[in-house]
């Protein structure tokens, strides 16, 4: 769909993280117990709703600048075995560099990024992913 532009390894990060941690939200009935139970008239819902988008938003922002330009990088690799490679340790990595640093105490969470982030990475670069392994 996109091609390999540091501008698009941005935007999917970025999508890839909004779409991840509205799941979380859900998860665990995060939002509820955050926003929801908190909240006793609908303008305490809107204010407990955005402040929790924004600090999601705060933690997104570390997650997107570490993770957009290992992702660009490894979209440019041309050769099909190296991309894989990359790819698979470019995901561990992330991973581990989720779970370890942002939810210690749910080691599953990280698994639903993973999950997320390969469905995103088809979804976002399949033209340049199906490249790789077509012989020119």
């Known amino acids: 769909m996109f091609k390999a532009t540091l501008i698009n390894s941005f935007l999917y990060v970025t999508i890839k ?3 991840f941690f509205i799941v ?3 998860i665990g009935n995060r939002f509820k117990h955050i926003v ?9 819902v ?5 402040n ?4 999601v938003s705060i933690y997104m922002i570390p997650l997107i600048l ?7 990088f490894i979209m440019k690799i041309k050769k099909s075995i190296f ?4 790819i698979v340790l470019f995901f561990i990595g992330e991973y581990y560099f989720y ?4 939810a210690p105490s749910n080691k599953t969470l990280g698994i639903y990024n993973i999950i997320i982030s390969i469905i995103l990475l088809l979804v976002f670069f399949y033209k340049v992913i199906r490249s790789k392994f077509i012989e020119p």
């Open 46 to 50: 809107f204010s407990l709703t955005l």
């Open 99 to 102: 779970t370890y640093l942002y």
């Open 24 to 26: 979380l939200a859900f």
């Open 83 to 86: 991309f894989l490679l990359s």
């Open 36 to 44: 929801l139970d908190n909240a006793k008239t609908s303008s305490e």
């Open 17 to 19: 993280y909004i779409i």
């Open 66 to 72: 570490i993770f957009s330009f290992p992702i660009y």
């Open 52 to 55: 929790y988008i924004l600090h």
